[in-house]
């Protein structure tokens, strides 16, 4: 069959009232109708196309309908061809006999109902709408699998090869037929074998979920690859593993420049085991894109309700789905006369109508529900007004996922017809539903997936702060990226946005994530590191175009490198207001193969600058011209607070207006702190990284306020004895803040050092020269303890010659406890 086409409808009768009168009866189905008057034109025009359903007539010159029929029957292409009778010819039983033993589905007489033909004809048609979409499916399941980048394969329980793809069958070197039927561990090191074969055998057992692991592969010339692996089982309809989707990734170049960066070697072991993570989730969607799977389950059960309920002419249609942690049926949408989802959950067995559905099995129909147990309905079903009542279970791959339940206000309301129409409804359903739980849990997955590969916390150092936002766009997960990476001699910002949604960009966006912290902290340059990402695309043979914008800010947060692969430019906002984007340093966006190096441009960035990255999603407008957009950007800044998180919020709500965004919106907002003479204060994490940045701010404090390159020398040691005391003794050289302030008045320099920790008393024969260093190098030292914390304060007066140190009562106080 062709997938997405119209369906057809054959009507096959010698009397061309009779033809008009079945158009007219179905006509309000929608089907291309196709007439017929004969049994050898039918033929013919079997021949020529596809049909859903065949109404046939029996009695006919030439052949009649039973010959007819038999011949559609014997043919391989139409034997599976759903035939209904539809005759004036008496319903004797060897008749009717006679036109179900010809390969019949129905046998109808005239006069007929209308309605009922209209609906047996229906469900033809939407099982061969449905048919064909699943067939489609199908195709575009095969055409991925076999189309993959990375290496795939189909193991049986057994651990033989079912299939394999292009990319496995060439990362090996040996052709397909080569593989298919070969033990998976064939292509295994000698030496890995024993342990792959205990954890495949876990998977097919059950007692373990999924396997990951780096292997040694072996190619057909002898060379070991290392590969990562990624297998997880799949369960056929009785509930055991029926084969395993294998993922095979190269990661030999990878383990090798782990060697040589071991101190690099977690954030790679993060970068494989997300990639293993985002090529599962992306076999697992393909494998579960049907027709309705894109629809959110909330969306799509109003929608199966509405259309049941028309089907069966019901006043009241509900749908009850079992709690996945256990044997509830819970009240998920209900049309009609019993309109409220507050009723209580039902529980498998026969206490109640919707468990004995489910315990069973089976549809069950009660003709009047006031004849019997009250304790079966729950009050809003028995207070609604419904008499009769359908009930049938929805099972998807051999198990119960809930019940179905229809209900009319009149007894007796329901015949077999219906049943059996609510059955193949119920089909329907149950696989639709199935979809939509399965693409929901899917999508929270690589959204989960998306969101750990941002950072989960933004960089503290001092002299700066950051913020930054991510806003999914629409129901697919995108690509778009921030990043904030310290590094030896500053920081580096990372903006970033992968053509495309779902789990294609959200898996390529985690190869290029850990690609550029590597080679980030290499110390490469901006240009450099795009370099180097365009050729790993290319080695990837990723064909996904992505703009990317890499800046290096230096450690004193004065200057900035950058570069862009066709990323929008950032925004630099001058201490005085004005904000002028960065145009310099572009180039094409990755993806492009340009080879060579990426154009760089450079910025000075005063005290109190801010520099504002950003993705597509906040600023295109569809019918809009880019540059508008950009203008508002430039407007919304200008208007709004100077603190990064503040700024952040402003911008977002400015731009979007509180509207949902149709694409993805990533913002990052970093802001230098202004230096004044009079007065500087620092919060200082206790960390080496923080306290390095501390003693750079505190030098060019030192410079604007006066000080000599000795005094300068002489004050910074000072201060940091002062800071190393508090690190070590007032917290413990646990994670914790120090707060740092800087005063200039009369040529005097003040500083205090605070902490809120509790200071331990010194052990006899520990060093204790801090004090005495800092009273050295100091004009006056004081230490000021108590159970809010300690306050070291240096007092040093610039510009004349040092002085003997000044104490309270002649030592430097310490502690007090």
């Known amino acids: 069959m062709t997938p997405g086409r119209r369906a057809r409808v054959l009507l096959v009768d010698d009397e061309p009232d009779n033809l008009v009168a079945l158009e007219a009866v179905l006509e309000p189905l929608g089907p291309e109708l196709i007439r017929a008057t004969s049994g050898e034109e039918a033929l013919r025009q079997l021949l020529q196309g596809e049909f859903a359903v065949i109404l046939l007539d029996v009695r006919m ?3 009649d309908g039973f010959e007819t029929a038999a011949l559609i029957k014997r043919r391989e292409r139409t034997r599976h061809l759903p035939i209904i009778f ?65 290496g795939m394969a189909l193991v049986s ?75 997880s089982p799949t369960t056929g309809e009785a509930g ?3 084969q395993l989707i294998a993922q095979v990734e190269d990661v030999t170049d990878r383990q090798r420049a782990e060697r040589e960066r071991a101190e690099r070697l977690q954030e790679r072991a993060a970068r494989a085991e997300a990639e293993a993570v985002a090529q599962m989730v992306r076999s697992v969607q393909s494998v579960s894109d049907t027709a309705l799977a894109h629809l959110a389950l909330n969306d799509l059960l109003p929608e199966l309700l509405d259309r049941i309920g028309e089907t069966l002419r019901a006043d009241a249609v509900s749908v009850l789905l079992r709690d996945p942690e256990g044997d509830e049926l819970v009240l998920r949408a209900t049309r009609g006369a019993s309109a409220s989802v507050e009723a209580l959950p039902a529980r498998f067995g026969h206490g109640t109508f919707e468990g004995r559905v489910a315990e069973e099995r089976r549809l069950i129909a009660i003709d009047d529900i006031r004849g019997e147990g009250t304790e079966l309905f729950d009050d809003n079903l028995r207070g609604s007004g419904v008499r009769s009542l359908m009930g049938v279970p929805l099972v998807a791959e051999g198990e119960v996922s809930g019940v179905l339940r229809v209900g009319s206000t009149s007894p007796n309301r329901f015949d077999d017809n219906d049943a ?12 639709a539903i199935g979809n939509a739980r399965l693409y929901e849990r899917e999508h929270g997955i690589v959204e989960t997936l998306q969101r750990s590969l941002l950072p989960d916390r933004m960089p503290r150092l001092p002299g700066m702060s950051i913020a930054a936002r991510y806003q999914p766009g629409g129901a697919d997960v995108g690509g778009d990226w921030y990043d904030a990476i310290e590094l030896d001699d500053g920081i580096g910002l990372v903006m970033g946005d992968v053509v495309g949604h779902g789990i294609d960009a959200a898996a390529t966006m985690g190869e290029l994530r850990y690609a550029l912290r590597a080679y980030a902290l290499d110390g490469l340059s901006p ?16 064909d996904r175009i992505t703009t990317l914008f890499y800046a290096v800010i230096d450690a004193d947060w004065t200057q900035v490198c950058f570069a862009s692969a066709g990323h929008l430019p950032p925004l630099l906002v001058e201490p005085d207001g004005s904000a002028e984007f960065l145009w310099e340093g572009r180039s094409t966006p990755l993806g492009v193969r340009i080879g060579g190096d990426y154009e760089e441009g450079t910025a000075r ?11 597509d999603g906040l600023v295109e407008v569809r019918g809009e011209e880019l540059l508008d957009g950009l203008e508002r950007l430039r407007s919304a800044v200008r208007a709004g607070p100077m603190e990064p998180d503040a700024l952040c919020d402003h911008v977002i709500e400015s731009l979007l207006g509180g509207r949902a965004a149709s694409d993805d919106v990533a913002l990052l907002v970093l802001r230098t702190m202004p230096l004044a003479r009079e007065l500087m204060r620092l919060e200082l994490r206790t960390d080496r990284s923080s306290l390095r940045h501390a003693r750079r701010m505190l030098a060019r404090w030192l410079e604007l306020a006066g000080a000599s390159e000795k005094e300068a020398w002489e004050i910074g040691l000072a201060t940091h004895e002062a800071i190393a005391n508090a690190v070590e003794h007032a917290y413990g050289f646990t994670n914790d803040l120090v707060q740092m302030e800087a005063r200039l008045a009369d040529d005097e320099v003040a500083l205090t050092i605070s902490d809120t920790g509790d200071w ?58």
């Open 61 to 63: 010159p030439g052949l």
């Open 86 to 150: 539809v005759t004036a010819i008496s319903k004797d039983t060897e008749q009717v006999f006679r036109g179900y033993s010809e390969g019949a589905v129905d046998y109808l007489l005239k006069p007929y109902d209308p309605v009922v033909l209209r609906s047996k004809v229906a469900v033809f048609i939407e099982l061969y709408e449905k048919a064909a979409a699943l067939e489609e499916s199908e195709q575009r399941f095969r055409t991925a699998f076999a189309n993959a980048p990375s």
């Open 157 to 231: 329980a057994e651990g033989r090869f079912l299939q394999v793809n292009r990319a496995l069958a060439d990362m090996l070197g040996r052709a397909h037929a080569e593989l298919a039927g070969s033990p998976w561990d064939s292509i295994l090191h000698p030496e890995e074998r024993v342990e792959d074969r205990r954890a495949l055998r876990e998977l097919v057992e059950g007692t373990r979920t999924i396997y990951r692991a780096e292997r040694r592969c072996l190619h057909a010339d002898g060379r070991a690859l290392v590969v990562a692996l990624s297998v």
């Open 240 to 242: 055991g593993v029926q």
């Open 420 to 431: 059996a129409l609510l059955a193949l409804v119920a089909d329907r359903a149950a696989l």
């Open 527 to 542: 240009g450099a590191v795009l370099a180097r990402l365009d050729r790993l695309m290319d080695q990837l043979q990723d």
């Open 605 to 615: 960035l005063a005290g109190g600058s801010t520099l504002i990255l950003y993705t």
């Open 760 to 817: 331990r008393e010194p052990v006899e024969g520990e060093r204790g020269n801090g004090i005495g260093l800092m009273s050295s190098l100091m004009d006056r030292v004081s230490v000021d303890g108590g159970n809010g914390g300690t306050r070291v304060k240096l007092r040093r007066r610039l510009g004349r010659d040092r002085v003997a140190p000044v104490h309270p009562d002649g030592q430097a106080e310490t502690p007090a406890r």
